[in-house]
């Protein structure tokens, strides 16, 4: 039986950032948070590269699908391929303002139309056992009514939607950039808290504007859940908190150096099938974020030069040259860095070395 997912913490979808690389790599710091993939939009199944699209590595899970679409049909056929391709859960994206989502209809201008949300809940939860959630914003442009959210989420509700992660904006449909979106509409943390008190019986989660742990604990108070985009992605070990405080998780945390240790062995097993190493370092350079040799991590990991053709030894070597105390050896089954006492000189058998890096600087 699988376990029930919890949704009290969760990484958010973000469009060519949380692909199955970054995932993989944000599972080394924690254990439950629960991921969500990129938008993957549903005539893109129908008609493409459905492997491309949706395979994982069965570490990452829990893992939720974001589905991008509007035709309740095609929407009830992602889903069914999500649910065969092994995710946790199915998530309806009406948050999304981009422009271009806008032409093929789906993202946040689905806020205006509950009822075919309500259609296209109802077609996949048919279609597949797994929960099926939605994302969304708390308005359009310029109306902050809250009666707008309100019935968008009762609508939506009543089609058997138990979960309902908010995103704390409106959406401006024309005029702003989605990046813009996601900064220029104020943050209304209380209308997602008014939810939760209106709709007790349903999930719902908080996202936006979340950057620390106090915040974090706050809302938690409010609300079922929060979901962090852009803090996770910028500062990963963000997470290495969660297990413990969010669930009550005691194994130690992991340390900067043995979630570096933990990728080697998935990036060889990545290069062997033609992936470059530059696809999976480009999520890890916000590992050392806010600590004595971010700087150089981030300049090491996004070399060009010293990136072709590398493999996983090159993330040893940058430990090295970061935390020279460090045992940079992969040792599966030593215990965490965290655990041990006293650090011994790096020793590494890569072919490239902290000195070379040193050197080539
Ligand atoms: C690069 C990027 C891509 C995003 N792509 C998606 C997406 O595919 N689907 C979605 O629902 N939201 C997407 N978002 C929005 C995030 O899921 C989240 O709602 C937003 O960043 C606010 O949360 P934050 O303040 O914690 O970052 C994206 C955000 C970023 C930064």
């Known amino acids: 039986m699988p376990r029930p997912l919890s ?15 970054c995932r993989f790599f944000l599972r080394q710091i924690s254990r439950h948070a629960l991921l969500y993939t990129e938008m993957v939009t549903a005539p893109a199944l129908a008609h493409g590269d459905v492997a ?10 829990p893992i939720a699908l974001q589905l991008g679409g509007s035709d309740p049909v095609q929407l009830a056929h992602a889903a069914r391929l999500g649910e065969r391709w092994g995710y946790d859960e199915i998530n309806l994206n009406c948050g999304c303002p981009s422009e271009r989502v806008q032409t093929g209809s789906f993202g946040a201008c689905l806020m205006a139309e509950p009822s075919l949300v309500a259609d296209c809940v109802r077609a996949m939860r048919d279609a597949v056992a797994l929960p099926v959630t939605v994302k969304h914003r ?14 968008f989420v009762g609508t939506v509700a009543r ?21 813009e979106n996601r900064e220029v509409p104020r943050l209304r943390h209380d209308v997602v808290h008014r939810l939760k008190r209106d709709f007790p019986e349903l999930t719902i989660v908080l996202n936006g504007g979340l950057t620390a742990w106090p915040a974090i604990e706050r809302e938690l108070a409010h609300v079922d859940g929060v979901m962090i985009g852009r803090a996770a992605y910028h500062d990963p070990m963000l997470l290495a908190a969660v297990d413990w405080q969010v669930f009550g ?28 190493l530059r696809s999976i370092a480009r999520h890890m350079l ?62 590494h058998t890569s072919g490239i070395s902290a000195t070379k890096i040193n050197a080539e600087r």
């Not at 009290?8 to 199955?20: G, Q």
Request: net charge neutral; with cysteine.
């Open 249 to 276: 998780d005691e194994s130690p945390p992991p340390t900067r150096a043995r979630v570096l240790q933990a990728m080697v062995p998935y990036v060889a097993a990545q290069r062997a099938r033609g992936v470059a």
């Open 138 to 151: 708390l308005g359009l442009d310029a109306n902050e009514d809250y009666g707008f959210v309100r019935d």
């Open 286 to 347: 916000g590992l050392y974020h806010g600590c004595p040799g971010g700087r150089r991590f981030r300049q090491l990991l996004s070399d060009a030069t010293l990136l072709k053709d590398a493999t996983g030894d090159l993330l040893l070597a940058t430990l090295a040259a970061v935390e020279p105390g460090v045992d940079a050896a992969p040792d599966p089954v030593a215990p965490p860095a965290c655990a041990r006492t006293g650090g011994r000189r790096a020793s």
């Open 7 to 21: 949704r009290r913490f969760a990484v958010a979808p973000m469009l060519d950032w949380t692909d199955r690389h």
């Open 52 to 61: 491309r699209h949706l395979d994982f590595d069965a570490a990452e899970h």
């Open 159 to 179: 089609s058997g939607c138990e979960v309902f992660v908010v995103h704390a904006r409106n959406a401006v449909l024309k005029g702003l950039s989605p990046k």
